[in-house]
């Protein structure tokens, strides 16, 4: 399937409001995401999938049980499977994310920051 | 699996050949390459999979048999699977690939310019 060239500095543009992934472009059965960052989200799992992390701009810091991983503009970071993760930005961060169709942006966690995935307006 | 954090600028800098893939980092069985392009690659496609690139830097020809897609930085464009394509820069050209794990640079047409993923240096 194609999308056609999707630019990402335009997607960034048409997103308002943050914690909620748009859909970028797909390649087989992933999704592209791009969403805007800040505050702190809830920890939650993956428990079928690897997520990635793609910053684009600004500081992202993803809380794990163990240790902060802190990512800059540039920075990819997997988190593996069935590992608990809080991204939380104390300023406004763009990022990229990289997973499997059908990936719940709040994982096992639910809860009201649940967020369907959107297409871009 | 993760691969801690890894930077694409970083990885730039470590890359001194053109059409080399190398692995920036995997996410279940996908990998993102990061790859530097100049001049023109050869026609080929992927019967089994879609092909993603992301460009970072410069100007990215991808010649299709019916139009050329021309991508700039932050431009994304998925060749569909067995489409025939061949991507092709006048300048040096710095993208990201995101393409299932065993996916190979020239697909069905092989040849010269074949090139196994490489770890970064």
Redesign the interface.
Known sequence: ?????????DALSRITAYWQPHR?????D?D?KVVKIHGEFVWHDHPD????F?VLNGELIIQLRDRD?V??P????????GVEHRPKADEEVHALL???KGTVNTGSAGGEMTSPLRELP
């Not at 399937?1 to 500095?9: E, F, G, K, Y």
Request: glycine fraction near 2%; charge should be negative; charged fraction near 25%.
């Open positions: 399937m194609s999308d056609d060239v999707r630019n990402i500095d970028l472009t797909s390649i087989n992933y592209v999938t690897d997520e990635l793609m991983v990512l800059g540039n920075d990819v970071f997997v988190v593996p499977r990289f997973e499997p």
